[in-house]
C-alpha cells in the first residue's frame, strides 16, 4: 500500500506556481520522499527527492516540513506541458518504490 | 541522455500466446523493474532484478516471469496470456551505486489481449 496521500486533482494557471501537497505521516527515518510525473502515453519521469532538507533543481523545488510528515512540490512558473499526473512516494534506499494514484494537475491557459 | 526502450509501444495477441516484451537500457544499470499500469490501480510492481540472471517477484507476479540473462535487457514473459493481461507494460531501470533509486522509465507498451 502506498505510504502518501495526495489530492486526486488540482488546477494551476499557466504562468502561476503549482503547489502539490503531500502527506506521510508514517515516514520512518531512513525514508525519501520521491516525486514523479506521468505526462499521457508516456513512463514516469523522475522530478526531484530529498530526505529531510528542501530541493531544487532545473525541473522543481521539494519543501519538506521540519517533522517530515508532509511535503510540498512546487513547479515555479507552470506551463501547459506540466500537465500530467504527479506522484509522491516514499522509501528507503534499496526498497522498491510504490506508485499510488497521484494528483491529476491540470494547468490552464 | 538517459535511455530505456520497449519493444513494441501497442500489441495485440490473443488468448493463450506466449507473449515476450523486452526491454533496453543503455545506461549500465545494475536494476530493472517491470510494471503495469490500469486505471485506478496506479503503477503495480510485477517483478525486479538486481543483477544478470537475478530475479524477485513483486506484488502481482501471478502469470508472468522475466529473464535477465544480459546486464541490459530484461524481458517480460506471458507464458499463455489472458485478456485480464490487458495493461500497459512500464519497463525501469536503475542504479544501484547511485545516491538514490531514481528510476528511469520507458514508453510502455500498451497490450490487448483478445
Known amino acids: 500500500d502506498a505510504k502518501t496521500t495526495q489530492p486526486p486533482s488540482m488546477d494551476c494557471a499557466e504562468g502561476r506556481a503549482a503547489n502539490l501537497p503531500c502527506n506521510h505521516s508514517t515516514i520512518s527515518g531512513n525514508e525519501y520522499v520521491y516525486w514523479y510525473r506521468q505526462i499521457h502515453s508516456q513512463g514516469p519521469q523522475y522530478i526531484i527527492h530529498?530526505?529531510?532538507n528542501n530541493e531544487t533543481n532545473e525541473m522543481a523545488s521539494l519543501i519538506i516540513t521540519e517533522d517530515r510528515k508532509s511535503s510540498t512540490l512546487i513547479l515555479p512558473h507552470a506551463t501547459l506541458r506540466d500537465t500530467a499526473v504527479y506522484y509522491c512516494?516514499?522509501?528507503?534506499?534499496?526498497?522498491?518504490?510504490?506508485f499510488g494514484a497521484g494528483t491529476i494537475l491540470r494547468v490552464k491557459s | 541522455d538517459v535511455k530505456v526502450t520497449q519493444s513494441s509501444r501497442y500489441l495485440v495477441k490473443r488468448t493463450g500466446e506466449k507473449v515476450f516484451l523486452e526491454c533496453v537500457q543503455d545506461?549500465?544499470?545494475?536494476?530493472m523493474f517491470w510494471y503495469r499500469q490500469d486505471p485506478g490501480l496506479g503503477l503495480r510492481l510485477i517483478y525486479f532484478?538486481?543483477?544478470?540472471?537475478?530475479?524477485e517477484k513483486g506484488d502481482i507476479p501471478e502469470g508472468y516471469s522475466v529473464s535477465r540473462e544480459k546486464k541490459e535487457r530484461f524481458s517480460l514473459i506471458l507464458e499463455s496470456a489472458s485478456t485480464n493481461q490487458t495493461s500497459m507494460y512500464l519497463c525501469?531501470?536503475?542504479?544501484?551505486?547511485?545516491?538514490?533509486?531514481?528510476?528511469?522509465f520507458g514508453p510502455g507498451t500498451r497490450l490487448t489481449v483478445l
Open positions: 525501469a531501470s536503475s542504479s544501484r551505486g547511485g545516491a538514490t533509486d531514481t528510476q528511469y
Open positions: 532484478s538486481y543483477d544478470v540472471k537475478m530475479k
Open positions: 512516494i516514499v522509501g528507503a534506499y534499496g526498497n522498491k518504490l510504490v
Open positions: 545506461m549500465d544499470h545494475e536494476n
Open positions: 530529498g530526505l529531510k
